[in-house]
T-cell receptor
């Protein structure tokens, strides 16, 4: 079935270093790829997204790259700060049972060490 | 971004009772709403998709008679957990999406509801 694989499941980096989270998806027809940040007990918040007609998108310290041929996309956080610590989810928009749905990756718990 | 309000944020109920969770889009019309369940330290698992005025579409393995979904208007969807049992205890989150007329659009999440069945 349609699925999204996300790696790593946990990631620990020193403050100021970069963090990279990678996802692969199964449906080549997917055309929308959002990334969400979820803090403990709170709702997922959209932090950046990319559409299939774009290869890269950047917003300050956050960037996302998309390789449609390989069906993978990545989140890059530079100059990490303690407040970046959270769980990050990638997602891919897929047509399932005739409806457009977001399929989420398993999540990455990012810890920024001061 | 758009605002989605989910209520209640926490609920504790006795085993065998039913619990209703509301999801409202406050500043846009949500043609589609999604209900997710999230276990501790796990991802969001889609339970069902609801479109205004029609029956919800449930994911495989989700009991539609246990998790009743009503999308009565373009701004409100409800999830009722019927005859709740301790194994239904979880974090339930809704998300809402407007109609773009073509192309995928972002979905906005409610605050989530932590259900504890005792």
């Amino acid at each position: 079935g349609e699925n999204v694989e996300q790696h790593p499941s946990t990631l620990s980096v020193q403050e100021g270093d970069s963090a990279v989270i990678k996802c692969t998806y199964s449906d080549s027809a997917s055309n929308y790829f959002p990334w969400y940040k979820q803090e403990l007990g709170k709702r997922p918040q959209l932090i950046i997204d990319i559409r299939s007609n774009v290869g890269e998108k950047k917003d300050q310290r956050i960037a996302v790259t998309l390789n449609k041929t390989a069906k993978h996309f990545s989140l890059h956080i530079t100059e990490t700060q303690p407040e970046d610590s959270a769980v990050y989810f990638c997602a891919a928009s897929m047509i399932i049972q005739g409806a457009q749905k977001l399929v989420f990756g398993q999540g990455t718990r990012l810890t920024i060490n001061p | 971004g758009a605002v989605v309000s989910q209520h209640p944020s926490r609920v504790i109920c006795k085993s065998g009772t039913s619990v209703k969770i509301e999801c409202r889009s406050l500043d846009f019309q949500a043609t589609t709403m999604f209900w997710y369940r999230q276990f501790p330290k796990q991802s969001l698992m889609l339970m069902a998709t609801s479109n205004e005025g029609s029956k919800a579409t449930y994911e495989q393995g989700v009991e539609k008679d246990k998790f009743l979904i009503n999308h009565a208007s373009l701004t409100l969807s409800t999830l009722t957990v019927t005859s709740a049992h301790p194994e239904d205890s979880s974090f339930y989150i809704c998300s809402a999406r407007g109609d773009s007329g073509g192309g995928a659009r972002e979905a906005f999440f409610g605050q989530g509801t932590r259900l504890t069945v005792v």
